[in-house]
Structure formats: C-alpha cells, structure tokens
C-alpha cells in the first residue's frame, strides 16, 4: 500500500480546503455538502461549551490545567476556551 500522498492529491486538498474557507468563514455557498458558516459557528459553540464543563469537572475533582496548546487540531475549539482564572 502507497501511503505517499500525490502531488495531485496534495493539490486537490489544498483547493477544498480553500472552498471550505470560503463557506465556513466567509459565508460564500461554495460546497452544498459542507456546513455553513452559521453551522460551523453552532457547532464551535457546542463543542467549546462542552469543553468548559469537562475542564469545570477535572478543576472540581483538584486536577491543576496549565495553559497549553492545540497541535494538528484543525479548528482548536479547545483551545479557543476561556477560562476566567486561567
């Protein structure tokens, strides 16, 4: 099995990635299978709100959350949370 990505395919991945922008960040409607950018900003919202009561739990249960940061993580919605005493 080649586990060599083609420039093509290097290419074509780029070219997505750049429609995703265009939709999820500017609003354009570019990709009809893709979330909007309301959608993607529901969806942050959920995922950083869910974030803030797993971290609210482990800071209960005496666990001490350093600042830190998100490698390879695509959006960093974990990262995005704010912590009033952190």
Avoid: H, W
Avoid at 2 to 13: G, L, T, Y
Avoid at 54 to 74: C, H, M, N, R, T
């Amino acid at each position: 099995m080649n586990r060599i990505q083609s420039a093509v395919n290097k290419k074509a991945e780029i070219e997505f990635r750049k429609k995703l922008v265009q939709q999820q960040v500017s609003g354009a409607q570019v990709l009809k299978d893709e979330y909007s950018s309301l959608e993607i900003e529901r969806i942050l919202k959920e995922r950083m709100d869910t974030t803030f009561k797993q971290v609210d739990k482990l800071e209960q249960q005496g666990f001490v959350l350093s600042p830190y940061i998100e490698i390879g993580a695509e959006r960093c919605q974990r990262s995005l949370l704010e912590r009033p005493n952190a």
